[in-house]
T-cell receptor
Framework: EAGVAQSPRYKIIEKRQSVAFWCNPI?????LYWYQQILGQGPKLLIQ????????DSQLPKDRFSAERLKGVDSTLKIQPAKLEDSAVYLC??????????FGPGTRLTVL | GENVEQHPSTLSVQEGDSAVIKCTYS??????FPWYKQELGKRPQLIID?????GEKKDQRIAVTLNKTAKHFSLHITETQPEDSAVYFC?????????????FGSGTRLSIRP
């Protein structure tokens, strides 16, 4: 079984620039999550999708972050404009329908 | 709001000894408690989980116990080995509820001394 795929693996941008991350969940997994993990901390949920609908985005900074999951499969997370404090690893995870989550390798974002 | 507290934040044990990590949760409706291991620069990997209908679960050298009354659960690693060195995260969620989310603890950095 293929795992959760993410790209890019690393991204370096300057503050105020835009960036987008892509996630392809495990085939058949209806639930998709985006997490932000700052160095030395646990993952913090940004947004949770059930198929292509948003279940929880209460911790998503909506003034600069957006996410979509068209067709209920792949998802993209965008930051526009980026701030220094956005430097973190962005993890995507999927599960069916809730319960055990499988994580992707993450995208390490550095904002200069 | 919902919260999961994890202790200790760092733990160093002699190889071969046992390690115990403890978590408490605030949402009494939580019924699913996974534990993840994250090695440096890698993704979190599920190592064991427990549901609220059981009090203990064991898988080789790893065991998890749950006390729903006290709202706490613990990870026990016996006969620790160097490859057990990693950051461990506990988490709690309402499981199958589509309106629930999983809350992670802040992590425990476990170091195994040779």
């Amino acid at each position: 079984e293929a795992g959760v795929a993410q790209s890019p693996r690393y991204k370096i941008i300057e503050k105020r620039q835009s960036v987008a991350f892509w996630c392809n969940p495990i085939s058949g997994h209806a639930t998709l999550y985006w997490y932000q993990q700052i160095l030395g901390q646990g993952p913090k949920l940004l947004i949770q999708f059930q198929n292509n609908g948003v279940v929880d985005d209460s911790q998503l900074p909506k003034d600069r972050f957006s996410a979509e999951r068209l067709k209920g499969v792949d998802s993209t997370l965008k930051i526009q404009p980026a701030k220094l404090e956005d430097s973190a690893v962005y993890l995507c995870a999927s599960s069916w329908p809730q319960d055990t989550q499988y994580f992707g390798p993450g995208t390490r974002l550095t904002v200069l | 709001g919902e919260n999961v507290e994890q202790h200790p934040s760092t733990l160093s044990v002699q190889e071969g000894d046992s390690a115990v990590i403890k978590c408490t949760y605030s949402d009494s409706a939580s019924n699913y408690f996974p534990w993840y291991k994250q090695e440096l620069g890698k993704r979190p990997q599920l190592i064991i989980d427990i549901r609220s209908n059981v009090g203990e679960k064991k898988d080789q050298r790893i065991a998890v116990t749950l006390n729903k009354t006290a709202k706490h659960f613990s990870l026990h690693i016996t006969e620790t080995q160097p490859e057990d060195s990693a950051v461990y995260f506990c988490a709690a969620s309402r499981g199958y509820s589509s309106a629930s989310k999983i809350i992670f603890g802040s992590g425990t950095r476990l170091s195994i001394r040779p």
